[in-house]
Each structure stands twice: as structure tokens, then as C-alpha cells.
């Protein structure tokens, strides 16, 4: 199956979803952290929940580069995730004056 092809080729979206072992692990890694994160959804919106959402999503790749499951010589080489928080509405930001 190497080379295998999928049909959204003609959609420039999913150009990255060309391939179908491509497309595969994308499915796992998106099913995988939907999965092992739904703990989450009752949480509160603040600094502790997303330094846990990050350590969660850092050790759960660095666990499948050290599998082999990405390229690269460095785990940011491989991965290259990134949990940042989203930006918050101006109307909750707390202000210092």
C-alpha cells in the first residue's frame, strides 16, 4: 500500500491528506488526544488546565517518536506539537489598572 493515494487530492485543504498512510495517522493522533482528553470539557478555563492539556499532549507524542512513529533526530523535529491556549474575548481579560 505504499504510495497509496486518497480521493481528496482535488481539494487544496487536504492536500496533507494525499496519502493514505498519512491520512491514517492523523486519524489516530486526532481519535487518540479526543479520547485520553475528554476529561477536560468540565474543566475551568485557566493556566492549570492547559499546562496539564500540554504535558498530556507532549508526553502522548514524545511517547510515539520514541516508538518511532515520527521523523526527525529531536522530539521538536518530529512532532513539532504545540498546545497553546486560545486568545481570550476582551470583555474576560482582567485588567491591571
Known sequence: M?????????N???QHHRYVPVRRRSLFL???LASSLTWVTFE???EPIWLAIRTTI????LGLF???AFQGKTPSEGSG???TPPPRPRSTRR???
Not at 505504499?2 to 482535488?10: D, I, K, Q, S, Y
Not at 507532549?58 to 507524542?61: K, S
Request: charged share 15%.
Open 2 to 10: 505504499f504510495a497509496a493515494r486518497t480521493l481528496v487530492t482535488a
Open 12 to 14: 487544496p485543504a487536504f
Open 30 to 32: 486526532e481519535q487518540s
Open 44 to 46: 475551568p478555563n485557566d
Open 58 to 61: 507532549e508526553d502522548f507524542m
Open 66 to 68: 520514541n516508538q518511532g
Open 81 to 83: 506539537s504545540a498546545a
Open 95 to 97: 485588567t491591571a489598572w
